[in-house]
């Protein structure tokens, strides 16, 4: 956790949530997001992203001669949009941000998991790697239709982290007592005030802890972005993977017996062949799916992957009570008197 020392602590705190991925405990910030998602905003975008998309998928479509093409490029398009209307109009930038500086910071960390956690993985889907079957399916499909089963795949991978997820979220606000402010707002600009509040019976910072609304979809994007980049990375490794371990073993007249065809190979490459990539990539998104949901069912590879940002998300909840209960008592003393 970054530390900001202002001589206004709630100012300061606004400024440490906002470096350290909490965007949306910032009320000017929210206010800006309730803006962007106003209908009679959104909507108009909505539409003039989906028919351009739909434009240039036809389009493209029509280039390259095959169906298949025009709704992997949809999607495609339509994704990214909103990816970015998140990154700008929503102010996500330093979400995500914080979240992928936090995944790359900890890679070092992340080798005693990758060491356990990828050779029982490789293990797993090497058997489906050296099944004709699969070999057959992939090397069937178009490039449009193999990046549709992709998306497919990281679809229902984000889906299952957004029902899974805001259950971790209510599980730290839930258990909130003196003990847990104090350590939280250790080493904050909400340090000093956490002490006195604690030391007044009369506040009751602790009763603020529970996270709802823009505040708690916050807590769920940086736990989705740090997920997904971890388990990317883990993906990225089972398909290096196999491009290597293909290219040793699986020669043409295998990949031909498998296939019913003649493979399409690179001259300098010979048994780096098109089928291999199109195999690979289907594993790899396979087992990203299978990650995804070994890291929140499975204890040890829960343990691994989300204790990580335990710490992050209690300083989140004991900083946020904190805060608000400050921001409250200032505004009733600004209030005028009533006549």
């Given at each position: 956790m970054?530390?900001?020392t202002r001589?206004?602590p709630?100012?300061?705190?606004?400024?440490w949530?906002?470096?350290n991925?909490l965007?949306?405990?910032v009320?000017?910030e929210r206010?800006?997001?309730r803006?962007?998602?106003?209908?009679?905003?959104?909507?108009?975008?909505l539409?003039v992203?989906v028919?351009?998309?739909?434009?240039t998928?036809?389009?493209?479509a029509w280039?390259?001669?095959?169906?298949s093409?025009?709704?992997?490029?949809?999607?495609?398009?339509?994704i990214?949009?909103v990816?970015w209307?998140a990154?700008?109009a929503?102010?996500?930038?330093?979400?995500?941000?914080?979240?992928?500086?936090?995944?790359l910071?900890g890679v070092?960390?992340?080798?005693?998991?990758?060491s356990?956690?990828?050779?029982?993985?490789?293990l797993?889907?090497t058997f489906?790697?050296?099944n004709a079957?699969?070999?057959q399916?992939?090397?069937?499909?178009r490039?449009g239709e193999l990046?549709?089963t992709?998306l497919?795949f990281?679809?229902l991978?984000v889906?299952?982290?957004?029902?899974?997820?805001p259950?971790?979220v209510d599980?730290?606000?839930?258990?909130?007592?003196?003990?847990f402010?104090?350590?939280?707002c250790?080493?904050?600009?909400?340090q000093?005030?956490?002490e006195?509040?604690?030391?007044?019976?009369?506040?009751?910072p602790?009763?603020?802890?529970?996270v709802?609304g823009?505040?708690?979809?916050?807590l769920v994007?940086a736990l989705v972005?740090?997920?997904?980049?971890?388990v990317?990375?883990?993906a990225?490794?089972?398909?290096g993977?196999f491009l290597?371990f293909?290219g040793l073993?699986m020669?043409d007249?295998?990949?031909e017996?498998w296939?019913g065809?003649?493979?399409?190979?690179w001259?300098y490459?010979p048994?780096l062949?098109?089928?291999?990539v199109q195999v690979s990539i289907?594993l790899a998104?396979f087992s990203?799916?299978?990650?995804?949901?070994s890291?929140m069912?499975?204890e040890?590879?829960r343990e691994?992957?989300f204790?990580?940002?335990q710490?992050h998300l209690?300083?989140a909840?004991?900083v946020?009570?904190?805060?608000?209960?400050?921001r409250?008592a200032?505004?009733a003393?600004?209030?005028?008197?009533?006549d």
């Amino acid at each position: 956790m970054r530390r900001t020392t202002r001589e206004d602590p709630l100012a300061a705190t606004d400024q440490w949530f906002s470096g350290n991925g909490l965007a949306y405990f910032v009320p000017e910030e929210r206010g800006r997001v309730r803006r962007a998602l106003q209908p009679r905003r959104l909507v108009p975008l909505l539409l003039v992203v989906v028919v351009l998309a739909a434009a240039t998928a036809a389009s493209l479509a029509w280039v390259a001669s095959t169906f298949s093409v025009g709704p992997a490029v949809l999607l495609t398009l339509v994704i990214g949009s909103v990816v970015w209307y998140a990154l700008t109009a929503l102010r996500a930038r330093s979400i995500v941000g914080w979240a992928l500086t936090h995944t790359l910071v900890g890679v070092r960390v992340m080798l005693p998991m990758l060491s356990r956690a990828l050779p029982l993985l490789l293990l797993f889907v090497t058997f489906l790697f050296i099944n004709a079957e699969v070999w057959q399916l992939t090397a069937s499909l178009r490039p449009g239709e193999l990046w549709l089963t992709v998306l497919l795949f990281s679809g229902l991978a984000v889906a299952f982290l957004l029902v899974r997820l805001p259950e971790e979220v209510d599980l730290v606000d839930d258990h909130v007592d003196d003990a847990f402010l104090r350590r939280t707002c250790a080493g904050t600009p909400m340090q000093a005030d956490c002490e006195r509040l604690l030391a007044d019976p009369a506040a009751d910072p602790a009763s603020r802890a529970e996270v709802s609304g823009f505040e708690r979809g916050n807590l769920v994007l940086a736990l989705v972005v740090v997920q997904v980049a971890q388990v990317t990375l883990m993906a990225v490794s089972v398909f290096g993977f196999f491009l290597l371990f293909g290219g040793l073993t699986m020669t043409d007249g295998v990949v031909e017996s498998w296939t019913g065809r003649s493979p399409r190979a690179w001259s300098y490459l010979p048994n780096l062949s098109v089928e291999l990539v199109q195999v690979s990539i289907f594993l790899a998104a396979f087992s990203a799916l299978y990650l995804t949901v070994s890291t929140m069912t499975d204890e040890s590879y829960r343990e691994q992957f989300f204790g990580r940002v335990q710490q992050h998300l209690e300083s989140a909840v004991g900083v946020r009570a904190v805060y608000l209960t400050v921001r409250d008592a200032r505004s009733a003393a600004a209030a005028p008197p009533p006549d």
